[in-house]
């Protein structure tokens, strides 16, 4: 069966380091998203990719990048990772319909 | 932006009631997405609804959008402690549909 996977689910990182967070998905989607979720906020885009190559801006990019190297993966970096970006994270990719499916989420813990 | 509004934020029903969350919008929604999210867990899609006056039920659960496309209703029949989680529903954006804005989630527990 067609899946989505975050690794790691659980990340403990020191203020300024440099993190990864790792999604795959197998459903051949061309559209992933990364989202954050947090408390009060509920779940904000960062960054999202159509397709290889594509990548833009979500409404919280600052402090994030994204790649897209193939169809299948869209890993997430925290450039310089600061005590605000404690969070859960979120992939998602989407279908024909527009309709997401989502990954288990990758919990951050910036100290 | 399209903001989403959900109602109630929480709800506490006893098992075998009868319950119904809303997702409403300012703006005309183009496709409206349902969600559930168990606690420590990824969203598992529930169903969508994209045309007005779209009615969709899966076991228990039934969704509606209202025909101004506006409002969406989620509806739980007989409520059991498996129905417990947050809901949360999504709508794409015109122009582009892909992106999906999220309501804030209503947090629904089931009493015995």
């Given at each position: 069966?067609?899946?989505?996977?975050?690794?790691?689910r659980?990340?403990?990182?020191?203020?300024?380091?440099?993190?990864?967070?790792?999604?795959?998905?197998?459903?051949?989607?061309?559209?992933?998203?990364?989202?954050?979720?947090?408390?009060?906020?509920?779940?904000?885009?960062?960054?999202?990719?159509?397709?290889?190559?594509d990548?833009?801006?979500?409404?919280?990019?600052?402090?994030?990048?994204?790649s897209?190297?193939?169809?299948?993966?869209?890993?997430?970096?925290?450039?310089?990772?600061?005590?605000?970006?404690?969070?859960?994270?979120?992939?998602?990719?989407?279908?024909a319909?527009?309709?997401?499916?989502?990954?288990?989420?990758?919990?951050?813990?910036?100290? | 932006?399209?903001?989403?509004e959900?109602?109630?934020?929480?709800?506490?029903?006893?098992?075998?009631?009868?319950?119904?969350?809303?997702?409403?919008?300012?703006?005309?929604?183009?496709?409206?997405?349902?969600?559930?999210?168990?606690?420590?867990?990824?969203?598992?899609?529930?169903?969508?609804?994209q045309?007005?006056?779209?009615?969709?039920?899966?076991?228990?659960?039934?969704?509606?959008?209202?025909?101004?496309?506006?409002?969406?209703?989620?509806?739980?029949?007989?409520?059991?402690?498996?129905?417990?989680?947050?809901?949360?529903?999504?709508?794409?954006?015109?122009?582009?549909?892909?992106?999906?804005?999220?309501?804030?989630?209503?947090?629904?527990?089931?009493?015995?």
């Amino acid at each position: 069966d067609a899946e989505i996977t975050q690794s790691p689910r659980h990340k403990i990182t020191e203020t300024g380091r440099q993190v990864t967070l790792a999604c795959h998905q197998t459903w051949n989607h061309n559209n992933m998203f990364w989202y954050r979720q947090d408390l009060g906020h509920g779940l904000r885009l960062i960054h999202y990719s159509y397709g290889v190559q594509d990548t833009n801006k979500g409404e919280v990019s600052d402090g994030y990048s994204v790649s897209r190297s193939n169809t299948e993966d869209l890993p997430l970096t925290l450039e310089s990772a600061a005590s605000s970006q404690t969070s859960v994270y979120f992939c998602a990719s989407s279908g024909a319909y527009n309709e997401q499916f989502f990954g288990p989420g990758t919990r951050l813990t910036v100290l | 932006s399209q903001e989403l509004e959900q109602s109630p934020q929480s709800l506490i029903v006893q098992e075998g009631k009868n319950l119904t969350i809303n997702c409403t919008s300012s703006k005309t929604l183009y496709g409206l997405y349902w969600y559930k999210q168990k606690y420590g867990e990824g969203l598992i899609f529930l169903m969508m609804l994209q045309k007005g006056g779209e009615e969709k039920s899966h076991e228990k659960i039934t969704a509606k959008l209202d025909e101004k496309k506006q409002q969406s209703s989620l509806h739980i029949t007989a409520s059991q402690p498996s129905h417990a989680g947050i809901y949360l529903c999504g709508a794409g954006r015109t122009g582009t549909a892909s992106k999906l804005t999220f309501g804030t989630g209503t947090r629904l527990q089931v009493t015995l």
